[in-house]
């Protein structure tokens, strides 16, 4: 089955970039989406189709995806920006939903 | 966008239960609605996705043959019946508002529902 690798953790200090990876083989063949995900609440969508934002989603938040790796990029990045981010494919190989395993973000 | 899930609780290895998502606050008929769940202190997966008209219905590795996902549309409920549950399935089970086309965004989530499987 299709494996999405997301580093545990990432740390970054306040107004800097955080940079999010998702590994996959052959990854950049699938669109990919990303879920933000804060303590004791539900998942909200950040990133669609690769590099979309949603209403409501800051334009700090941006998204890229190539080859074997799709990257979430989280630009001067604030205190409320601290939570887990998941990515997600549609393998259409074995017809299944696939997220990565979540890395958390502290912001120091 | 409201969805309401309900029919979470205790049950023993073996049992069945019926989780139900009410929604609301969009044309539940054209959209795919989703069920993703997420055990305590771990990430996300994949159960199942049915498609917002036709037949398309798709399961996890983990669930298939043993879950069943339909939705009825004139209610704008969407249902989730598990059989056959293990400890393994405890979770916190999301309803989603997406999966339809099956590579779209799961665009909006429920607060979930919490299901123990325990004796």
């Known amino acids: 089955s299709y494996v999405l690798t997301q580093p545990p953790s990432v740390s970054v200090a306040p107004g800097k970039t955080a940079r999010i990876t998702c590994g996959g083989t052959?990854?950049?063949?699938?669109?990919v989406h990303w879920y933000q995900q804060k303590p004791g609440q539900a998942p909200v969508l950040v990133i669609f189709y690769d590099h979309d934002r949603p209403s409501g989603i800051p334009e700090r938040f941006s998204g890229s995806n190539s080859g074997n790796t799709a990257t979430l990029t989280i630009s001067r990045v604030e205190a409320g920006d601290e939570a887990d981010y998941y990515c997600?494919?549609?393998?259409?190989?074995?017809?299944?939903?696939?997220f990565g395993g979540g890395t958390k973000v502290t912001v120091l | 966008v409201q969805l309401l899930e309900s029919g979470g609780g205790l049950v023993q290895p073996g049992g069945s239960l019926r989780l139900s998502c009410a929604a609301s606050g969009f044309t539940f008929g054209r959209y795919g609605m989703t069920w993703v769940r997420q055990s305590p202190g771990k990430g996300l997966e994949w159960v199942s996705t049915i498609a917002g008209s036709g037949p398309g219905t798709y399961y996890g590795d983990s669930v298939k043959g043993r879950f069943a996902i339909s939705r009825d549309t004139p209610k704008n409920t969407v249902y989730l019946q598990m059989n056959s549950l293990r400890a393994d399935d405890t979770a916190i089970y999301h309803c989603?508002?997406?999966?339809?086309?099956?590579?779209?965004?799961?665009?909006?989530w429920g607060q979930g529902t919490l299901v123990t499987v325990s004796s």
């Open positions: 052959n990854i950049g063949r699938w669109t």
């Open positions: 997600h494919v549609w393998d259409g190989d074995s017809q299944q939903v696939v």
């Open positions: 989603v508002k997406g999966g339809d086309p099956v590579t779209s965004s799961l665009s909006y």
